[in-house]
């Protein structure tokens, strides 16, 4: 126990001559000075209170402090009651909050003014035990006169410093009682409580951070009791899926809104998990289907359940992203300067406003999916799927389970708990683009065609009828009709997919966009391979021009790679056009081709220009148009 006396002398000495003693505690000392520096009155220490709303406005601020901190004050002065001790919660400042204390030293704090509302701060009151623990950021037990003030000597006081989640002072908790009651244990109550309210305020700050993740999160999350599988909590996504009120679904039972749980057989002590791909969720508006996790948690004291609910669409959604399900190409990328290929686009922008099926005819590399993924990009639909399948590419006895998916165990090597998702059900709030539909067997069009009047599907092996929100546009380089009256194809079918539909002309029939294409492609070319820049020559470009393209713009694409790969030098020449034209079978010739192809050469050479290609060719204006109109060649079409 310390020398009151003693300390007296020591206190006297600092204040009246300066001279401060060698055992005085380093942090007293510390705060000694600055008081003795600021001109502190020794003989003052009396609290100063903040007017009420000040004092209001500073519990606000500490209103979780209070909260976590109050019931374990609450707790100590239990313990200590009528042991003559008092209690005092303050912030970071120094500002009194709360205090607890027997009546007799309620009444000494009133003459002090150590009541809430006050600054107990080192240099409004002089050196004490709370203003110690706030400064020093340590603990402190303070007896006597190691407090600065002489009102103070008649007390001891232990207190604390409470620190926040990030270790930042956040207030202090102090002990005071009469000074000849002084006990070491004294500061180890205090410790324990402050242990207990940065433990609590610790497990407030993850338990609402754990909150706040599982309220963000897009997925259905419900805590459930593993004893009556009632909700113990539930975050709003889970209250959307279900569509109904968070309040009314806390405390209900669970099982009736997931009967596909085999809850019974699960034997969640030993740690038991579920998972369940497809499973059905009883909402208010219907079944929705849901993948499903239930995980107990490893606390056997609270024993809960944390049920995790996705919606199929998250997943078809993530399927798409993965696979790249997505419409890449615009109107700006179809390249023409041809009349009725612009009357043709013209017709699909119209088209794409529209909600119905669509079915475009053409020859092959005429551009269909090119024209599919621009009308999806100009629709309602841009922001969703657009899925192609090509119908002459897949067996047919893969056809069904590629369109419509499968669920587990529908066959052999299904066994997964996955099942699988269709491109029906990817194509969800999407486009469907079905290419080459002319070669899907005749067997299987029954089937497509239920699901193209429904809007629905059903998995293999499965029996839940899937509602959809899909557009179909399906192509074909065949003439679907003729197709249908010669009974290769189903006529029900054919008119349920052309309720819109749009022709691509073939290359050979708009001679104008064979020059315009070609440059648009050795453009790219010349960006793309970082080598000499490569021109073509107009014999290369009488070349092109006098060729019937039965391969269209893909073919014309893939030539011209060819060419400027093969090029020995800067130039497309007349070498290079017999290395781009692959030898096979002959196209149907056109009348004066080859007259032709040289005028169309230097007309797209020179932009369109008359006066300009007649100088190309050396001959005279007059003549030139006169060739012109010989070999049927449209101007317009070249400008």
């Not at 699909?348 to 999916?369: C, M, P, Q, V």
Request: hydrophobic share 40%; charged share 25%.
């Amino acid at each position: 126990m310390k020398d009151l006396k003693r300390l007296e002398e020591i206190w006297a000495s600092y204040v009246y001559e300066g001279r401060l003693d060698s055992s005085v505690q380093p942090a007293v000392a510390e705060c000694w000075k600055k008081c003795r520096e600021a001109g502190v009155d020794p003989n003052g220490g009396l609290g100063r209170r903040v007017d009420e709303a000040v004092f209001r406005s500073i519990r606000e601020a500490n209103s979780t402090l209070m909260e976590t901190a109050l019931p374990i004050m609450q707790s100590v002065f239990d313990i200590v009651r009528r042991t003559g001790f008092l209690m005092v919660l303050t912030d970071s400042a120094g500002y009194v909050l709360a205090t607890m204390g027997d009546e007799s030293i309620m009444e000494r704090t009133e003459d002090l003014r150590f009541v809430p509302g006050a600054l107990w701060s080192n240099l409004s009151v002089g050196t004490n035990a709370i203003s110690v623990a706030l400064d020093c950021d340590t603990p402190i037990q303070m007896v006597g006169p190691e407090h600065y003030c002489r009102t103070h000597h008649g007390w001891t006081c232990s207190a604390a410093p409470i620190h926040g989640v990030n270790g930042e002072v956040i207030g202090c908790f102090n002990m005071s009682g009469d000074a000849s009651g002084v006990h070491d244990h004294t500061l180890a109550v205090v410790l324990a409580a402050v242990y207990g309210i940065e433990g609590k305020l610790n497990l407030l700050h993850n338990a609402e951070l754990m909150r706040t993740a599982l309220e963000s999160s897009a997925d259905g999350i419900v805590l459930l009791s593993q004893d009556d599988y009632r909700a113990i909590w539930i975050n709003s996504a889970a209250g959307r899926l279900l569509g109904q009120d968070l309040e009314e679904l806390r405390g209900r039972d669970f099982r009736p809104f997931m009967p596909d749980i085999g809850w019974d057989a699960m034997d969640w002590r030993r740690g038991s998990r579920c998972f369940a791909d497809d499973s059905r969720l009883i909402t208010s508006e219907g079944v929705l289907h849901c993948s499903v996790s239930v995980s107990p948690s490893m606390d056997y004291v609270t024993r809960t359940l944390c049920v995790t609910l996705k919606k199929q669409k998250h997943l078809i959604d993530s399927v798409n992203k993965v696979s790249g399900n997505r419409a890449i190409y615009t109107f700006q990328d179809i390249y023409t300067r041809d009349p009725v290929m612009k009357k043709t686009i013209a017709l699909a922008r119209r088209y794409a406003r529209y909600d119905g099926n669509i079915l475009i005819e053409g020859e092959s590399g005429t551009g269909k999916e090119l024209f599919a993924q621009a009308m999806h990009n100009e629709s309602s639909r841009a922001e969703g799927p657009f899925v192609a399948i090509n119908c002459a590419s897949i067996p047919r006895d893969l056809l069904e389970r590629e369109l419509f998916g499968y669920e587990a165990g529908a066959f052999p090597g299904a066994q997964s708990a996955e099942g699988n998702p269709g491109r029906f059900e990817l194509a969800n709030h999407g486009t469907l683009f079905l290419d080459e539909i002319g070669e899907l067997p005749i067997e299987f069009q029954p089937k497509l065609l239920r699901a193209v009047e429904t809007h629905s599907i059903t998995r293999v092996g499965g029996g839940q009828e899937i509602e959809l929100d899909i557009r179909i546009i399906a192509s074909t380089n065949r003439r679907l009709e003729q197709l249908a009256a010669e009974g290769g194809f189903r006529q029900d079918l054919y008119y349920r997919l052309n309720v819109l539909k749009l022709e691509i002309p073939p290359l050979r029939e708009r001679p104008g966009d064979i020059g315009l294409c070609a440059e648009h492609f050795l453009s790219r070319l010349n960006a793309m391979s970082g080598e000499q820049e490569r021109n073509m020559t107009a014999e290369f470009l009488s070349g092109l021009m006098e060729y019937d393209w039965p391969g269209n713009v893909r073919e014309l694409q893939n030539s011209l790679e060819r060419a400027y790969y093969s090029a020995a030098g800067g130039e497309l020449d007349a070498q290079s056009l017999r290395l781009a034209l692959l030898p096979g079978p002959k196209p149907q010739e056109r009348q004066d081709s080859g007259e032709a192809g040289e005028l169309l050469a230097a007309l797209t050479l020179s932009g369109g220009d008359v006066e300009e290609a007649a100088k190309r060719l050396g001959t005279s204006r007059a003549t030139l148009y006169r060739r012109i109109k010989r070999c049927g060649i449209d101007l317009k079409s070249l400008r």
